[in-house]
């Protein structure tokens, strides 16, 4: 009978494939090749991970985008319905107008 992990497709205990152990290559000495084993699994995973890293990139991208120009737009908006300044305007002239004529005629 095989050890676990040699080859067996599952675990006959807990039913699980076998599982590759994690290890810290600066405390354990490790080959050349067994870096560069370790680089290509790395890049292998990081590739396989890109696309959908794309796409949720890019949806968070248009997302925030979306957001900005909503935002910019409100404002625009809001300031084009603005009548307080016109009446603050209104008022301003008619105080100005009545300082002028308590000034000028007693």
Same mark, same amino acid.
Not at 13 to 19: A, D, L, N, T, Y
Not at 51 to 67: F, K, S
């Given at each position: 009978?095989?050890?676990?992990?040699?080859?067996?497709?599952?675990?006959? /205990?807990?039913? /699980?494939?076998?599982?590759?152990?994690?290890?810290?290559?600066?405390?354990?000495?490790?080959?050349?090749?067994?870096?560069?084993?370790?680089?290509? &699994?790395?890049?292998?995973?990081?590739? /396989?991970?890109?696309?959908?890293?794309?796409?949720?990139?890019?949806?968070?991208?248009?997302?925030?985008?979306?957001? &900005?120009?909503?935002?910019?737009?409100?404002?625009?908006?809001?300031?084009?319905?603005?009548?307080?300044?016109?009446?603050?305007?209104?008022?301003? /002239?008619?105080?100005?107008?009545?300082?002028?004529?308590?000034?000028?005629?007693?």
């Amino acid at each position: 009978m095989a050890a676990p992990g040699a080859g067996d497709p599952l675990h006959a /205990k807990s039913g /699980k494939g076998p599982v590759a152990q994690r290890i810290d290559p600066t405390r354990e000495k490790l080959t050349p090749e067994q870096l560069q084993f370790m680089r290509q &699994v790395q890049l292998a995973q990081w590739q /396989k991970s890109l696309p959908q890293r794309r796409t949720r990139n890019i949806v968070t991208g248009l997302g925030i985008g979306a957001l &900005v120009l909503a935002i910019y737009g409100y404002t625009f908006y809001s300031v084009s319905q603005e009548r307080f300044l016109d009446e603050l305007e209104d008022e301003a /002239k008619a105080a100005r107008a009545r300082a002028l004529a308590r000034a000028s005629g007693p």
